[in-house]
């Protein structure tokens, strides 16, 4: 027996001498230069021309690739981006860019581009969008959301290539917006030689969406759905190779195991804490938690295909029985603000601040239901939203709050929620009788947020989740979409809110702050003002030793 | 002994149709899976291996059971490994020590580590430390920087083979990430065992030819360790074998709770996307494998010791 002891202590010396002994020094390389991102759910798809999600557009467009031009968050300037220089004729109708030279590709394991990024490509990418019959246009029963919600899929007659380094756009009827909309993740600019390569070459063609090929900064590595993305730095990437060779987006839904991996140090920089973690990651000084008001809204849209919600009325009573305030405290640790108008109060000028107060008021509710004859209450459902948005920190936690304020006024609401993936598609087919979502902007368009969220033509492209059609609302948006008086605009968009604030398809509920937190070697990593995040530029500060 | 085998078969053979009854059901439960499916073609298909295609990764099932067992099996062959040489010489320490307080000591911890929940158990270990001391990660099984190229799907393995610069610092990496997973999941085994080869252990003791032993003057150490513990370990061996399917169910919540890609984490991952061809293919393999485990190794002991077929015969009247 006193031979065993020396045996085994010796075993577990070894032990700690291998997992703890002088690892430090050899680790330091990969962490150097390697980033760590916890984020919050496996994108839908690495095409950013499809899908509406945050979530995705984080993964695809904002990594993978470039568009012709972008803008500046906070001023609303647009920047070249593959295009150094644009032209507008006369009549508003043919856009002229002339694109940059010696742009590259992705060199991957799956693809060795031969040539750089030329005219070509851009016309490839629009016309996969816009040509049904496209050989690429339909894939894994995908649609291109935005280019119908903007209009482009009526408005874009033609893209040409003037020669290799110009290309032109053809428009049906002026559109103010249209460079703002060269700017958005669904304009991104896909390579036309990997699509002919998959073409010639037989490969599938879901591949040219499951192993992506941009301009970006950089490029996928290596995908395992739900664990996670792993990226490398492209080397030869327009505006030169980042500092940060690996980046890996750890997929991780739990925003408790999230905070728990940022708070180990598995991940450097996390995506939107829970409130109630928010406090917690402030007093820790090893972190960084930035936060800024953001672009968006959450929302209750009811359904109004459906009794009762079709019924105004309902929807008003289900509405000022709402104690907003409460939510605003609790779930979002007072970090947002009220909204009575579909727009975020941040979208000056366009918020519409005069529109009367949906009052906390649950007697008036109660009247209300009487009137539109349910005064004895009945049962209904809520989706919460699954996942963290800086509209929504916490859908359940909302939901249930919403519950107890509707037994109050004798409603009785049962709690719905799906996964992610499942509980969109779900919303988009219209399974929900009333669900809590909302909407980052991708501009501080005021046009874009409304007829992405409330226009008849929205509900075709399903981003419209109240099925909600006002012919003289959607006149004025879009009356409001095409002038470029800037006063005449502003009214426009006031009344539509009036009508919108008549006919409540939705209760707004308020806009959250956008945070996030980070490791504080963590350098320049500015949070967006459109929500979401970006990589290009962020560096890593190696501790001097 | 031909007649223990057939009886054998038959019990793994019904047992696994009651199985394929309960995962056919649970595919009407599958909302819109498009064609409808009699039982019969069910079950040829399975037989076919073919277990239907996962809903929302697109890869046939088979391959992602494949894919995520290696992960399974690794955790469970170390936290056993590791409860048997906790637990038997604990257990074997606590018999000699017969009622002295180190008996006292071993045998209450034991029951306190046998009485304790994986799930609250691994949720105080991370707590404290992951987020108090920061020594041990929170989740998974390798840093997202170290890029390993699964070859054999063992962690160990694929960082120790890897041709990556830095695999040997994957490979610490690693072990670090697996020091709490299999201590949680040791846990309750290795108090298990204890108790069990102290309970042999003291039957042995007892036993007649332990005082001859003692009388023929040999020293305590070839007493104990050689004489005792042969004969011990075969009824411990026997008992042992009957903790498989507690080990599986404790890996699957380890696995759960640390975010290990292996089979416990992947159907309870499926069951949450409503992804029921998993759901259904995982459940299906897993309780076959144990079926199947349990009735060859009940075989191999009557092969190994006749003793046990008597035994039966005589029961069996």
């Known amino acids: 027996m006193s031979n065993c002891y020396p045996y085994r202590s010796t075993l577990f010396l070894l032990y700690l001498l291998v997992v703890f002994g002088c690892s430090e020094n050899n680790q330091s390389s990969v962490k150097d230069t390697g980033l760590v991102y916890c984020s919050q759910g496996s994108p839908e798809t690495f095409n950013p021309q499809v899908g509406t999600s945050g979530t995705s557009f984080d993964a695809n467009a904002r990594v993978l690739f470039n568009r012709l031009l972008s803008i500046d968050s906070a001023t609303g300037d647009i920047l070249p981006s593959l295009a150094k220089q ?98 958005m993740e669904f304009s991104s ?65 739990d925003p408790s195991l999230r905070y728990a991996r940022l708070i180990s140090g598995e991940c450097d920089v996390m995506a939107q804490p829970l409130s109630s973690h928010y406090q917690l990651l402030k007093n820790n000084p090893e972190l ?26 309902v929807r008003k009573a289900l509405s000022h029985a709402i104690n907003r305030e409460t939510i605003l405290q609790t779930v979002f640790n007072n970090l947002g603000e009220i909204s009575n108008s579909p727009l975020p109060i941040t979208m000056k000028p366009y918020h519409n601040d005069r529109l009367a107060e949906i009052k906390y008021d649950p007697e008036l509710a109660k009247k209300l239901l009487a009137e539109a004859g349910y005064g004895d209450g009945f049962e209904m459902d809520i989706w919460a939203i699954p996942i963290q948005r800086p509209y929504n920190p916490d859908g359940h936690m909302m939901a249930e709050l919403m519950q107890e304020d509707l037994r109050q006024i004798g409603v009785k609401a049962n709690i719905v929620s799906y996964n992610w993936a499942t509980f969109l598609n779900k919303v988009s087919q219209g399974e929900h009788q009333t669900a809590l979502l909302g909407w980052v902007a991708d501009t501080q368009d005021a046009g874009n947020f409304l007829s992405n969220l409330l226009s008849c033509s929205a509900i075709k492209s399903k981003t419209n989740r109240a099925f909600w059609c006002n012919p003289v609302f959607d ?71 | ?64 059971f494949l894919a995520h067992l290696p992960a399974s099996v690794e955790l469970v062959v170390l936290a056993s490994t590791l409860a048997l040489f906790i637990g038997l010489p604990l257990g074997i320490v606590s018999a000699i020590n017969h009622r002295k307080p180190t008996d006292l000591i071993i045998n209450y911890t034991s029951l306190t580590a046998y009485s304790m929940p994986i799930f609250w158990w691994g949720i105080i270990l991370i707590m404290f430390f992951s987020l108090n001391l920061g020594v ?28 990556e610069p830095y695999h040997m610092d994957a490979f610490k990496d690693a072990i670090h990430h697996l020091t709490l997973p299999v201590l949680v999941l040791a846990t309750m085994p290795t108090a298990i065992i204890a108790r069990m080869a102290r ?76 992804d029921f061809q998993s759901l259904q293919g995982g459940i299906l393999i897993t309780t076959t494998l144990v079926i199947f485990i349990n009735a060859i190794i009940e075989m191999l002991q009557t092969w190994l010791n006749p003793k046990r077929l008597k035994r039966t015969r005589i029961y069996n009247g």
Request: aromatic share 12%; hydrophobic share 40%; glycine share 6%.
């Open chain 1, 288 to 313: 960084r938690v930035q936060h800024q008001a953001g672009l968006n809204i959450g929302y209750w849209a009811f359904n109004t295909l459906i009794k009762p919600f079709d019924n105004p009325t």
């Open chain 1, 475 to 545: 006149d004025l948006i879009t009356q409001a979409q095409h002038t470029s008086n800037m006063k005449l605009k502003k009214n426009l968009y006031y009344s539509a809110q009036e009508i919108f604030r008549e006919e409540l398809p939705w209760l707004p509920i308020g806009s959250g702050q956008s945070i996030q937190a980070s490791h504080r070697d963590v350098k320049n990593l500015n949070i967006r003002l459109t929500g979401g995040i970006s990589f290009s530029g962020v560096n890593k500060e190696v501790p001097s030793s």
């Open chain 1, 86 to 183: 644009w032209k507008k004729s006369r009549d508003g109708l043919i856009y002229t860019l002339d694109l940059r030279h010696e742009v590259q590709f992705h060199t991957t394991q799956w693809f060795k581009p031969s040539r750089s990024f030329n005219s070509s490509d851009v016309l490839f990418s629009f016309e996969r969008q816009a040509n049904k019959d496209h050989f690429f246009h339909q894939v894994e029963g995908m649609t291109y959301n935005y280019f119908n919600s903007t209009g482009l899929a009526d408005n874009l007659l033609d893209v040409s290539a003037i020669d290799h380094d110009t290309v032109a756009f053809h428009l049906k009827e002026p559109d103010p917006s249209f460079l703002i909309y060269l700017t």
């Open chain 2, 136 to 163: 041990t990660p929170v989740a998974g099984r390798l840093s997202f920087l170290f890029d390993i190229e699964p070859v054999t799907g063992f962690i160990l393995i694929d960082t120790f083979i890897s041709k």
């Open chain 2, 1 to 64: 002994m031909i007649k223990l085998i057939l009886r054998q078969l038959f019990f793994v053979i019904t047992t696994f149709f009651g199985v394929t009854l309960i995962t056919f059901y649970l595919q009407t439960l599958a909302p819109n899976t498009g064609e409808e499916q009699q039982y019969s073609e069910y079950i040829a298909r399975v037989f076919q291996g073919d277990l239907g295609v996962s809903s929302s990764t697109r890869t046939p099932v088979s391959e992602e």
């Open chain 2, 199 to 274: 309970q042999t252990m003291l039957e042995t003791l007892a036993n007649d030819y332990m005082l001859t032993a003692q009388a023929k003057g040999l020293s305590k150490f070839k007493i104990y360790w050689v004489h005792g513990l042969r004969n011990a370990l075969i009824p411990f061996t026997n008992m042992l074998v009957l903790q498989i399917s507690t080990l599986m169910t404790g890996a699957m919540l380890t696995e759960y709770l640390f975010s290990l890609p292996g089979i416990g984490k992947w159907i309870l991952d499926a069951l949450e996307k409503s």
């Open chain 1, 189 to 253: 600019i896909l390579s036309a030689e990997y699509a002919e390569h998959i073409q010639k070459n037989n490969i599938r063609k879901e591949e040219i969406d499951h192993k992506p090929i941009g301009t970006g900064p950089f490029k996928l590595k290596r995908y395992q759905t739900d664990a996670f993305i792993r990226y490398t730095a492209h080397p030869d990437y327009m505006d030169g190779a980042e500092a940060i060779e690996n980046l890996v987006f750890a997929i991780t839904p």
